[in-house]
Nanobody, 122 residues
Framework: EVQLVESGGGLVQAGGSLRLSCAASGFGFDDYAIGWSRQAPGKEREGVSCISNSDGSTEYADSVKGRFTISSDNAKNTVYLQMNSLKPEDTAVYYC???????????????WGQGTQVTVSS
């Protein structure tokens, strides 16, 4: 079956770092863009970052540019999100998602993981 499994979330102090992993299986990893989105309680889900399967280009929300880095290890069917200089407002459940049409936005994703909690304390 299609699986996107996030890991690496946890509790960290403001200014700290976390590295999230998204392990994919059950579909053609190389045919899909992989993105990260997040949702805080009571808030709409928002896109954080995405990496294209076509050329490896990356996209970031303005709120995380310069702090977060997305990368992919295609041999391992795994995408990472390195999060540095974390802020309390980064607190959310982080989801990875796969999109056949590339990095085309939240509505363009076909598969979603279950999410991993990231909590940043002040």
């Amino acid at each position: 079956e299609v699986q996107l499994v996030e890991s690496g979330g946890g509790l960290v102090q403001a200014g700290g770092s976390l590295r999230l992993s998204c392990a994919a299986s059950g579909f053609g990893f190389d045919d899909y863009a992989i993105g990260w989105s997040r949702q805080a309680p009571g808030k709409e889900r928002e896109g954080v970052s995405c990496i294209s399967n076509s050329d490896g280009s990356t996209e970031y929300a303005d709120s995380v540019k310069g702090r977060f880095t997305i990368s992919s290890d295609n041999a391992k069917n795994t995408v990472y999100l390195q999060m540095n200089s974390l802020k309390p407002e980064d607190t959310a459940v982080y989801y990875c998602a796969a999109g056949w049409l590339g990095c085309s936005g939240e509505r363009g994703y076909d598969y979603w993981g279950q999410g991993t909690q990231v909590t940043v304390s002040s």
